[in-house]
């Protein structure tokens, strides 16, 4: 496994249940230069130690440690491991696009509460809602398109783009 920083200012992200942040809901945490360039860090290197952080960002280990507390807790930020889907079971990816009818919101909210959806978007253009999907196979697959995807009120249509091969993922972006 791989371990990476993903570090994500969206509302998914903020909405999470901690309840420590000081940021009012709905509201971006404002990022000093320090804040940002310890989030680099650990998109270089999620295990990178935070004595080596502090080092490169003129903090102290401690410091560095509660800095990366606070962007945890306000939801800035997620520390994970990264897998390769395929060594760990699931031979199926695919990317839904989600004609909604009334509130795209609860939609993607269901969809989210999905286990196998690993990503939702609410979209301006030809679907309203993408997400994509891990499963074990294409059984599997069907099975979440066809009988709970498809079934969720306010679900239109469905379009599937099946992955057959991925060429590239990362959560290098930085910060800007």
Known sequence: MHSEAVASRSADQRDSPRESRS????????????????????????RRPYAAIGKAVGLSEAAVR????????????????????????????????????????????ALSAMSEVEYVVMTAGSFDVLAEIVCEDDDHL???????????????????????????????????
Do not use: C
């Open 66 to 109: 509660q800095r990366v507390q606070k962007l945890l807790d306000q939801g800035v930020m997620q520390i994970v491991a990264v897998t390769d889907p395929l060594t760990v079971g699931f031979r199926r990816q695919a990317m839904v696009g989600v004609h909604v009818e009334g509130d795209v919101e609860s939609v993607a909210d």
């Open 23 to 46: 940021e009012p809901r709905g509201t971006t945490p404002q990022l000093d230069a320090v804040s940002l360039a310890i989030i680099e860090q650990l998109q270089e290197d999620g």
């Open 142 to 176: 069907l099975d979440v398109i066809n009988r709970r995807i498809r079934a969720l009120p306010g679900v239109r249509s469905t379009e599937s783009f099946v992955y057959l091969k991925l060429k590239k993922q990362t959560y290098m972006w930085g910060t800007r």
